[in-house]
């Protein structure tokens, strides 16, 4: 009696296991438009873009122009870097980890 009873539970479990499980749609992800300009605000956009070509000091048409070193533009003091550079050279860097051990 008990097997039956086992057995019946068990094709019970069976079926409701075969049961389909319905799927899910995905849903479409909508484009998002792109807002056009105005006209005004297109025009502004085009007049900053050149603006660096209306400078008040051309380049000389001849030559390559006036060049500037990356510290000239920056303003960085050259007497603070070359004094680094002798802080450098007095207090050398410590010995490496592996060749002290």
Do not use: I, W
Request: aromatic residues 4%.
């Amino acid at each position: 009696m008990k097997e039956e009873e086992e057995e019946e539970e068990k094709k019970k479990k069976k079926k409701k296991k075969k049961k389909k499980k319905k799927k899910k749609k995905k849903k479409k992800k909508k484009k998002k438009k792109k807002k056009k300009l105005q006209a005004s605000s297109q025009r502004d956009r085009d007049t900053e873009t050149f603006d660096h070509l209306s400078s008040p000091d051309p380049p000389s048409v001849g030559g390559q122009g006036q060049k500037t070193t990356p510290l000239q533009e920056e303003g960085v003091n050259t007497e603070r870097r070359s004094q680094n550079r002798q802080d450098e050279d007095t207090f050398p860097a410590p010995p490496c980890f592996y060749c002290s051990a």
